[in-house]
């Protein structure tokens, strides 16, 4: 976490800056880039969303006895949002 704040100092130009909880991905994100040479919006052409949606669904159906069933009528905040129902598939 220190090093996280010193990186904001550095970036903001402001010797005084804290740190708050809603900066820690924000500067996180940048530490990443400018320390690790790692940029993890590259990784999301491996992972495509939809992907991995489905294949967490899979897991959870099979640990844990769940069942997913899409709700298209369900009007959302996003064109790329889906509503599921979430099921336990032995107490259905």
């Known amino acids: 976490m220190q090093r996280l704040l010193e ?3 550095n970036q903001t130009k402001d010797k005084e ?3 708050y909880n809603w ?6 994100n940048l ?3 400018d320390n690790d040479a790692l940029d993890e919006e590259l990784f999301r052409e ?3 969303s939809e992907n991995v949606k489905f294949a967490t669904m899979e897991i959870y ?3 844990l006895g769940l069942e997913f069933e899409k709700l298209p009528s ?3 905040w996003h064109k790329d ?12």
């Open 7 to 9: 990186f904001k100092r």
């Open 17 to 19: 800056a804290k740190l």
């Open 23 to 28: 900066d820690l991905s924000y500067y996180s």
């Open 31 to 33: 530490y990443k880039k």
């Open 46 to 48: 491996y992972f495509p």
């Open 61 to 63: 159906q099979q640990l």
């Open 74 to 76: 369900v009007a959302t």
């Open 81 to 92: 949002v889906s509503a599921y129902q979430v099921k336990d598939s032995k107490t259905k």
